[in-house]
Nanobody, 121 residues
Protein backbone atom coordinates (compact mmCIF):
# COMPACT_ATOMS: atom_id res chain seq x y z
CA UNK A 1 0.00 0.00 0.00
CA UNK A 2 1.44 3.35 -1.05
CA UNK A 3 1.30 6.09 1.55
CA UNK A 4 2.56 9.66 1.39
CA UNK A 5 2.78 11.89 4.45
CA UNK A 6 3.56 15.58 4.06
CA UNK A 7 5.03 17.82 6.71
CA UNK A 8 6.72 21.19 7.01
CA UNK A 9 3.86 23.53 6.26
CA UNK A 10 3.10 26.58 8.36
CA UNK A 11 2.85 30.33 8.51
CA UNK A 12 5.67 32.41 7.05
CA UNK A 13 6.13 36.02 6.11
CA UNK A 14 6.47 37.08 2.50
CA UNK A 15 10.05 36.66 1.35
CA UNK A 16 10.64 33.77 3.71
CA UNK A 17 11.32 30.12 3.06
CA UNK A 18 9.84 26.75 3.93
CA UNK A 19 10.83 23.19 3.12
CA UNK A 20 8.09 20.65 2.72
CA UNK A 21 8.80 16.97 3.19
CA UNK A 22 6.95 13.96 1.88
CA UNK A 23 7.74 10.64 3.51
CA UNK A 24 6.81 7.77 1.22
CA UNK A 25 6.11 4.15 2.04
CA UNK A 26 5.05 1.32 -0.21
CA UNK A 27 7.26 2.38 -3.09
CA UNK A 28 10.74 3.80 -3.59
CA UNK A 29 10.93 7.43 -4.58
CA UNK A 30 13.78 6.64 -6.95
CA UNK A 31 11.56 4.34 -8.96
CA UNK A 32 8.63 6.64 -9.68
CA UNK A 33 7.71 10.13 -10.76
CA UNK A 34 7.08 12.37 -7.75
CA UNK A 35 5.21 15.64 -7.76
CA UNK A 36 4.06 18.49 -5.57
CA UNK A 37 0.68 20.08 -6.16
CA UNK A 38 -1.11 22.95 -4.48
CA UNK A 39 -4.68 24.10 -4.20
CA UNK A 40 -5.88 27.44 -2.92
CA UNK A 41 -9.54 28.01 -1.99
CA UNK A 42 -11.72 28.38 -5.06
CA UNK A 43 -9.01 27.24 -7.46
CA UNK A 44 -8.13 24.02 -9.22
CA UNK A 45 -5.27 21.90 -7.98
CA UNK A 46 -2.09 22.70 -9.91
CA UNK A 47 1.18 20.91 -10.35
CA UNK A 48 3.98 23.11 -9.05
CA UNK A 49 6.93 20.75 -9.39
CA UNK A 50 7.73 17.23 -10.51
CA UNK A 51 10.79 15.00 -10.52
CA UNK A 52 11.49 12.18 -12.92
CA UNK A 53 12.49 8.67 -11.91
CA UNK A 54 16.09 9.36 -12.80
CA UNK A 55 15.95 12.74 -11.04
CA UNK A 56 17.47 14.13 -14.23
CA UNK A 57 14.30 15.85 -15.41
CA UNK A 58 12.16 18.32 -13.53
CA UNK A 59 9.06 20.36 -14.19
CA UNK A 60 8.09 23.64 -12.52
CA UNK A 61 5.06 25.81 -12.95
CA UNK A 62 5.94 29.22 -14.35
CA UNK A 63 4.71 30.85 -11.16
CA UNK A 64 7.38 29.11 -9.04
CA UNK A 65 10.35 28.79 -11.41
CA UNK A 66 13.52 30.06 -9.80
CA UNK A 67 11.96 29.99 -6.32
CA UNK A 68 10.95 26.36 -5.70
CA UNK A 69 13.12 23.26 -5.96
CA UNK A 70 12.00 19.65 -5.83
CA UNK A 71 14.46 17.03 -4.66
CA UNK A 72 14.60 13.63 -3.03
CA UNK A 73 16.65 11.65 -0.55
CA UNK A 74 16.70 8.01 -1.59
CA UNK A 75 18.11 6.88 1.75
CA UNK A 76 15.15 8.41 3.58
CA UNK A 77 12.66 7.64 0.79
CA UNK A 78 11.53 11.24 1.10
CA UNK A 79 10.78 13.99 -1.39
CA UNK A 80 11.21 17.66 -0.63
CA UNK A 81 9.95 20.97 -1.92
CA UNK A 82 12.20 23.86 -1.02
CA UNK A 83 10.25 27.09 -1.30
CA UNK A 84 12.12 30.39 -1.26
CA UNK A 85 11.05 34.00 -1.74
CA UNK A 86 7.52 33.07 -0.79
CA UNK A 87 4.66 35.29 -1.83
CA UNK A 88 1.13 35.63 -0.44
CA UNK A 89 -0.16 34.02 -3.63
CA UNK A 90 1.74 30.85 -2.71
CA UNK A 91 -0.76 30.33 0.11
CA UNK A 92 -2.42 26.96 -0.45
CA UNK A 93 -2.66 23.39 0.70
CA UNK A 94 0.31 21.54 -0.74
CA UNK A 95 0.04 17.89 -1.72
CA UNK A 96 2.67 15.30 -2.50
CA UNK A 97 1.78 12.75 -5.17
CA UNK A 98 3.26 9.96 -7.25
CA UNK A 99 2.33 8.36 -10.55
CA UNK A 100 2.98 5.06 -12.24
CA UNK A 101 3.83 6.48 -15.66
CA UNK A 102 7.12 7.92 -16.89
CA UNK A 103 5.94 11.37 -17.91
CA UNK A 104 6.01 14.21 -15.42
CA UNK A 105 2.65 15.48 -16.57
CA UNK A 106 -0.50 13.42 -16.44
CA UNK A 107 -2.73 11.83 -13.87
CA UNK A 108 -1.18 11.05 -10.51
CA UNK A 109 -2.18 7.86 -8.75
CA UNK A 110 -1.40 8.31 -5.07
CA UNK A 111 -1.76 11.38 -2.89
CA UNK A 112 -0.87 12.61 0.55
CA UNK A 113 -3.28 14.34 2.86
CA UNK A 114 -1.82 17.80 2.29
CA UNK A 115 -0.10 20.42 4.40
CA UNK A 116 -1.17 24.05 4.73
CA UNK A 117 1.20 26.83 3.71
CA UNK A 118 0.19 30.37 4.57
CA UNK A 119 2.27 33.36 3.48
CA UNK A 120 1.48 36.65 5.17
CA UNK A 121 2.12 39.99 3.51
Amino acid sequence: QVQLVESGGGLVQAGGSLRLSCAVSGRTVSGYVMGWFRQAPGTVRELVGALSRSAFNTYYADSVKGRFTISRDNTKNTVYLQMNSLKPEDTAVYYCATRDGYALLGGYDYWGQGTQVTVSS
